[in-house]
């Protein structure tokens, strides 16, 4: 979006107007616009309760995580990792055992393959599970990793007065202003603020 002046004298605006509403109607078929001030004023409010939070270690971390799908029973899939990979360590000792037997002949051929077909089986089917929770537990780093990033930026910007140029570029990715939608008669217009490094609005 691009900011304009408009108006006349007295009563000019500053707004910030969709200029591809102008270049390519065939695919922005909306003029879409906002006040500079008021879109500046509701960005400095959420910014505040993004300060706010920081107050609050755990608070913060629980909206990231809520917001990045990595809180779910998260401790719960910590002690599944381990019960899959202490049953794959169980399953390679009774596979050994089970050839042993049968090298002895302590076991038919056809039960040696039953009973090896069965492990192989259980075998893939924790593998595939492990392999979720080692991609889960690689995106719960990365949002730790990036919450500790957001954290370092918010702690250069304490106590701020006033939004500055500085800060939004600093902990703003974009801001997607939506066109006016009518709901039960009521019109309202949706702002969302995708932050640095969580990708995710708050």
């Known amino acids: 979006m691009s900011l304009a002046l408009v108006g006349r004298r007295k009563y000019k605006q500053l707004l910030y107007k969709c200029m591809h509403h ?3 109607r065939d695919e922005c078929t909306h ?3 906002m006040d500079y001030l008021k879109l500046k004023d509701l960005v400095e409010s959420r910014v505040r309760i993004l300060f706010e939070s920081l107050k609050d270690n755990e608070k913060l971390l629980t909206m990231i995580q809520d917001k990045t799908k990595t809180n779910n029973d998260y401790s719960n899939v910590l002690a599944d990792k381990e019960k899959i990979e202490n049953r794959l360590v169980a399953i390679n000792k009774l596979t050994k055992k089970i050839y042993e037997d049968y ?3 302590l076991i038919s051929e056809s039960s040696y393959q ?3 077909k069965e492990y ?3 075998q893939k089917i924790l593998d595939d599970k492990l392999i979720k929770i080692n991609q889960m537990n690689h995106k ?3 949002a730790l990793e990036n919450f500790n990033k957001l954290k370092e930026v918010m ?3 304490l106590d701020f007065k006033e939004l500055t140029k500085e800060m939004v570029y600093k902990l703003i990715d974009r801001i997607d202003i939506e066109h006016i939608k009518e709901v039960d008669g009521i019109k309202t217009k ?3 603020i995708t932050y640095r490094f969580i990708n995710k609005t708050l």
């Open 103 to 105: 090298i002895i002949e």
């Open 120 to 122: 192989q089986n259980e």
């Open 140 to 142: 719960t780093n990365d």
């Open 190 to 192: 949706d702002i969302n």
């Open 31 to 33: 003029y879409n616009h």
């Open 114 to 116: 039953t009973i090896i």
């Open 155 to 157: 702690n250069e910007f």
């Open 22 to 24: 102008f270049t390519h």
